[in-house]
């Protein structure tokens, strides 16, 4: 658990000790709700430590085997502290499973037996929502941009919005998955987001998630979520509101996922994603539809560069150590463009 704002919450740290305790507010409310309750006096040391160290600005590392309680014991003090301080607080986890359990079930759980009116949501990247501009769009260029088959599934998620079945216009709630680049083709993206300007602005998924995220008090995160947001605050930008606490879950995959973002990675695969989305060898692509013969010749040249690159005989070891990259700098931008 990182602090990022040292407060003072003996209040907070009061009510999570009489959260836990024989006969609180957990015992009362398992009881009145029917469900078995057990004292765990892990789960109190746990989440008073945790308390404590909101208090104090602290950071805190628990290891905490099954059984103990994790989630209860570090939501209780989290939110509490929270709204006793007029922040929020961010809860990343690694896998969706906890993310989904904390969302529908725990926190719930917690806002009914606290008795406070608090709003959490689960943030998802951009990336993750339907673009109705960029569908619109998608749909006119039809055939020129797409094959047969990915045209159906383009059309298949156009009958969805138009007639208005999506709830949230994430990709995950849709049955049938599409193929990345029909996804990759229709999703919102900060480059290609004329935001106010857009004739969907109001209806826009990825705007009403984005206010309902700025309205919260607890957001549930994934591990990459956050870090690839860290990586781009140290760019100036943002995808996260202001918070005062994190919590990471699951933290033994952490590691991994931080270098992921905060490195740098290149694969061939990702040069060809990115040229085929403007150019594939079938003739398809915006340079096509463009007709931009300069264009087409250079995406080729790219395309080309980048299998000679990634061939294993153009591979040569450097002996200098490699400079860091630029998205490690610790520069914390005093405004942040939101994304
Ligand atoms: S506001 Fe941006 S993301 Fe939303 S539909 Fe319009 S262009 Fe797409």
Redesign the pocket.
């Known amino acids: 658990m990182i602090s990022l704002d040292p407060v003072l919450t003996p209040q907070a740290a009061q009510t999570t000790d009489q959260f836990f305790e024989s006969g609180g507010l957990l015992e009362t409310h398992c009881t009145a709700e029917e469900i078995n309750f057990e004292l765990r006096p892990q789960q109190q040391k746990m989440a008073r430590a945790i308390a404590d160290a909101a208090s104090f600005g602290q950071h805190l590392v628990v290891e905490a085997g099954t059984g103990v309680g994790k989630s209860f014991a570090y939501l209780v003090p989290q939110i509490l502290t929270a709204l006793e301080h007029e922040t929020r607080c961010v809860i990343a986890t690694y896998t969706i499973t906890l993310q989904e359990q904390l969302i529908h079930k725990d926190i719930p759980f917690v806002r009914k037996a606290l008795d406070r009116d608090f709003k959490a949501v689960m943030v998802k990247g951009r990336s993750n929502?339907l673009?109705?501009?960029?569908l619109q769009r998608a749909r006119r260029s039809g055939s020129d941009l797409l094959e047969p088959e990915r045209e159906k599934q383009l059309d298949a998620i156009s009958t969805l919005a138009n007639n208005k079945q999506l709830v949230d216009g994430s990709l995950q709630e849709l049955d049938e998955q599409p193929d990345h680049q029909v996804w990759g083709s229709i999703c919102?993206e900060h480059g290609?987001?004329?935001?106010k300007r857009?004739p969907?602005?109001k209806e826009?998924?990825?705007?009403i998630a984005r206010q309902e995220m700025m309205d919260a008090q607890v957001l549930v995160v994934n591990h990459s979520l956050f870090f690839s947001e860290l990586a781009l605050r140290a760019e100036g930008a943002a995808i996260l509101p202001p918070y005062g606490y994190v919590v990471f879950d699951e933290a033994h995959q952490m590691e991994q996922v931080a270098s992921g973002h905060l490195g740098i990675r290149l694969s061939l695969y990702m040069v060809e994603y990115w040229i085929n989305r403007i150019h594939s060898d079938k003739r398809r692509g915006i340079l096509a539809v463009l007709k931009d013969g300069k264009g087409t010749f250079m995406a080729d040249q790219v395309h080309e560069a980048a299998e000679t690159f990634s061939s294993p005989s153009a591979i040569t070891l450097n002996s200098e150590p490699p400079k860091p990259s630029s998205a490690y700098s610790h520069r914390r931008p005093s405004k942040p463009t939101f994304r």
């Open positions: 929502y673009c109705l501009l960029r919102a290609n987001c004329t935001g857009c969907f602005y826009c998924y990825f705007m």
